[in-house]
């Protein structure tokens, strides 16, 4: 691990990465193209901030490529890790949000990260991280298989442990724990990885990055025809509430991000175009909007339930 | 300072407080009523939460009651008063946020309230806090200069430095430090307050409470008249989103709740009904949108420029 791997394969495989998402999700969308924003912070960091707005099916999609670098890390990168205290640190990386205009396609999050931490006389400590988890709005069990199928299939080339690993730590992580409920159905979540070794570390995070569009897509044209309505808007619009409390609140990487003095517009990129919140909503007995709570945000062992 | 003043004084205030102002916020709407909820969780405490909805004037108003105690304060509380940690404690209080319809009546809050934290064979420390600022969508100089002349008033029986030091308080604390922005013009906030003793602090406390409304009511008289339209809508609406980054991001009132195992559904009644957010959003040059950020986001000395 040096900067000559950092110049030549990390940064260069990150924004490809950004472009052929990308061009994946301007295909599917047949209507907007995505607006570049390139940006730099004095001498910590640099970026691009990619958006489609109002298109014919995402109602908005961002995608940042970023390269972040400081002379320590901050509160949120180092209190499960001491060892980092006092690194300097670079971080790489590409994520984005998929908010689509139909309710009954899901919101999507992907994310793929590189981080290395260093000190004078001191052998570099680096790990990838990253991941992808969905969020329907109405629940279908074929579209919740074929996410973690896709997601089981990335992983198994790495060895059978990793998908079940993987799966459990997107379901801790991505939790509201003020509402005791799953952000959404889960998927991959892996950080801190730097085993066996660098190559196969970073071909996993190539995996899952170039992955995640064989994941979603295929759910994007699943149910883009699908006829909704108000009812089903407003549902959409107040379960995006629960997007922002769990980014706002709990989402480490925001948290970095904002701590780190990062390009606020770039970072909050995730947050929904319009959002509803309402006091004490619950929904209708044996509802679709009730079935989503119950069959679908419950961290469910998708693949042993149900092949 | 004992359970006795607990019960005798301070609840008895904090529940005449709520209803006054529910009663004074139903009149000034003119249209719908709120609707109540007693809460009870399990020994950790209770609560009235009481909710007007889709009112002439008031798009969604919430007022909260609460009494909660634990055996142990959590992290937010104690994070700047070590002393206080191992202490059990019960925390009463009165909270509100009002979201009204028209872009050109600001969104207010206020909040009041009293900490006891004991331990056996120690004196119990205790304090109250509280305070109320303003959180205009259009700037009008009138209007600040009422609030903060209303609030100048209600602390100068307490001594002239009261008001300079309470209202820099609110202007530190109500900072969008990620956006380098405060969230309104301000007003006051103050906490830890014992000083000079429990009957002064007591009726501070109860003269900004009973104050918040004498500070608000008159604005929302002078601008419910004004049309609006479209344009003043969306502005609204996307300044509405930094209004729930500040709650959710950073205000310790919110975290202590949602930390406490608060009633989720109570504490965010604070976040607005409808939130729209926009990528890169950018005033019109020389517009009243452009004029709220140049001329009232500013921690402006209202007093001292205008009187």
């Not at 945000?297 to 092949?307: F, G, I, K, S, Y």
Request: aromatic share 14%; proline share 5%; net charge neutral.
């Amino acid at each position: 691990m040096n900067q000559l791997a950092i110049t030549k394969q990390i940064i260069p495989f990150f924004l490809t990465l950004q472009n052929r998402i990308c061009d994946a999700l301007e295909s599917a969308d047949g209507g907007k193209t995505f607006q570049e924003d390139i940006w730099q912070r004095g001498d910590s960091g640099r970026g691009s901030t990619r958006v489609l707005r109002n298109g014919r099916i995402f109602e908005q999609a961002g995608v940042n490529f970023s390269y972040i670098h400081g002379d320590t890390l901050n509160a949120s990168a180092t209190a499960h890790r001491p060892e980092l205290t006092g690194r300097s640190f670079k971080a790489i990386g590409v994520s984005l949000v998929v908010h689509p205009k139909n309710p009954y396609i899901p919101t999507s999050h992907a994310n793929v990260r590189f981080f290395i931490a260093e000190k004078a006389d001191s052998a570099p400590i680096w790990w990838f991280g990253g991941g992808f988890d969905l969020t329907p709005y109405y629940g279908f069990t074929e579209d919740a298989l074929h996410w973690h199928r896709t997601a089981e299939a990335l992983c198994r080339p790495f060895g059978h442990d990793v998908y079940p690993r993987y799966k459990r730590w997107c379901d801790d992580y991505f939790f509201l724990k003020h509402r005791n409920e799953a952000r959404g159905i889960g998927g991959i979540f892996f950080d801190d990885l730097n085993t066996p070794d660098f190559m196969q570390a970073f071909a996993f995070t190539r995996a899952i990055g170039q992955g995640y569009l064989d994941a979603y897509l295929p759910i994007v044209e699943r149910r883009r025809a699908l006829h909704w309505g108000e009812r089903e808007r407003q549902f959409q619009l107040y379960r995006r509430g629960r997007y922002v409390e769990f980014n706002l609140i709990w989402d480490r990487g925001t948290l970095f991000g904002l701590q780190s003095d990062g390009r606020t517009e770039s970072i909050l990129i995730s947050m929904p175009p319009l959002v509803r919140w309402e006091y004490n909503a619950k929904p209708a007995p044996n509802s679709p909007e009730e079935a989503l709570y119950h069959n679908f945000l419950t961290a469910r062992d998708w693949l042993n339930e149900n092949c």
